[in-house]
């Protein structure tokens, strides 16, 4: 017998009026409890939650919002997903979907998808529904915001997305866009590095044109584009690269194959000249603040490339990322080396892009992006004496009894020196 589809009928209602507030509640950065104790979530502060009915509860804040349904009957993921997204396409103009794929939603497994177009008040908009069902119950969760508040709203979206709860299901909710922001694995954890030896290796200053970082002595700077938005390094065997791209609607819609989505972008610039293997990509890792890493692999090659996308009001958007890669074998004993070279790099850019794009100018790594280091078991210290800059694995060189306190030690001569944690510039 075929499974009774969902109780659908609250969705409408809610897509075409807002309902009046009912129980709201502050935020205040706690933790927001089903009255019927049917999932958890915590709420930024200043985000307020109101119950539509006795399955759907919207949080606003930050010029966005969330909606939470618990979702009744036998229906897929798929369908409740596609009902909703038919709703918004009858209201929004040019409605399209920009991904879509696996997604875990309250530690249950499920799909998830991401729209944008322009709502009824004429402003262009984001749009993300996630769902996920199990034998007794679905829930689902729509995340909507106008692109001009979506960077900035993205902190609290993410810590909603992540932190949903329902019982009996084990971890935290995975999203496969607009981020997340779960906590990072402890350090401790990350086993040795082998291409480290102890003591750290010492980081040498790499320039070309307006182009800089710190790597190993073999490494050198083989490419700068002309207008300093991209850039390469290579000791012979493994890569590192940082590159900033805007994408306008126009080359959406004429080159999809390279621009027709953040995706493309990427398949683009972890194609490697000298494998014709196409990569294949592990699932999205959010890092916070918008930031995404994403492993991939060809038969003889691994590699991770973390970026971020900025969508831009009139349509498009940036991308910027960076890439490290090397051979497969010789991945887990030296990749994260490469992975913390890409992470220096810095640039100032010619480009001209929108005044979104955080850190105009420059393409210094941000803090979400260099927690992927500890995660690896890495991290930068420097000699306060000398101003040189180290890459210490922390499994092997942190003390936590050293002579002068817990921390990070190079040895000098007969001397251990303490090192002060990150890196000068």
Not at 197 to 221: E, F, H, M, T
Request: aromatic share 10%; net charge neutral; glycine share 12%.
């Amino acid at each position: 017998m075929k499974a009774k589809p969902f109780v659908w009928f609250v969705i409408s209602a809610w897509v075409l009026v807002a309902a009046a507030p009912v129980n709201s509640q502050s935020g205040g950065g706690n933790l927001y409890q089903d009255p019927n104790g049917r999932f958890t979530v915590r709420l930024a502060s200043g985000w307020t939650a109101s119950t539509l009915d006795q399955n759907t509860v919207q949080f606003t804040g930050d010029g966005a919002l969330a909606t939470v349904f618990v979702l009744r009957g036998g229906g897929t993921a798929e369908e409740f997903i596609s009902l909703l997204a038919g709703q918004y396409a009858q209201k929004w103009r040019d409605f399209k979907q920009l991904k879509s794929g696996q997604a875990t939603l309250g530690g249950l497994p499920g799909m998830a998808a991401a729209y944008s177009g322009v709502n009824p008040n004429g402003i262009l908009s984001s749009l993300r529904i996630v769902a996920a069902v199990r034998a007794d119950r679905g829930y689902g969760l729509l995340i909507f915001a106008p692109q001009e508040r979506l960077r900035a709203a993205m902190p609290a979206l993410d810590l909603l997305e992540s932190s949903l709860a329902t019982p009996g299901a084990g971890g935290p909710s995975g999203p496969t866009a607009l981020g997340t922001a779960p906590q990072s694995q402890p350090r401790i954890s990350a086993p040795a590095v082998a291409g480290i030896p102890r003591g750290g290796i010492p980081l040498q200053p790499k320039q070309a044109g307006y182009c800089s970082a710190l790597a190993p002595a073999d490494w050198a700077i083989i490419n700068v584009s002309q207008n300093s938005n991209a850039v390469d390094l290579f000791n012979g065997a493994f890569a590192a690269s940082w590159m900033v791209r805007g994408v306008t609607t126009a080359e959406m819609m004429y080159y999809p194959q390279q621009f027709g989505s953040p995706e493309a972008v990427l398949l683009s610039h972890t194609m490697l000249p000298d494998d014709p293997y196409p990569p294949q990509f592990s699932a999205p890792q959010p890092l916070g603040g918008g930031y995404v890493a994403r492993e991939f692999e060809t038969p003889t090659r691994h590699g991770v490339v973390v970026y971020i996308v900025y969508p831009q009001p009139m349509g498009g958007f940036i991308i910027s990322c960076r890439i490290a890669y090397g051979p497969k074998q010789m991945w887990q004993a030296y990749g994260p080396v490469a992975v913390a070279v890409a992470f220096t790099i810095r640039c100032t850019v010619q480009l001209r892009v929108s005044p979104g794009y955080p850190g105009e100018g420059s393409s210094g790594a941000s803090r979400e992006e260099s927690t992927y280091n500890q995660q690896l078991g890495t991290e930068y210290a420097h000699d306060p004496a000398t101003g040189e800059n180290f890459l210490m694995d922390y499994a092997s060189d942190y003390r936590e009894n050293g002579p002068q306190g817990p921390g990070f030690y190079h040895q000098v001569g007969s001397d251990l020196r303490k090192l002060e944690p990150g890196r000068t510039e």
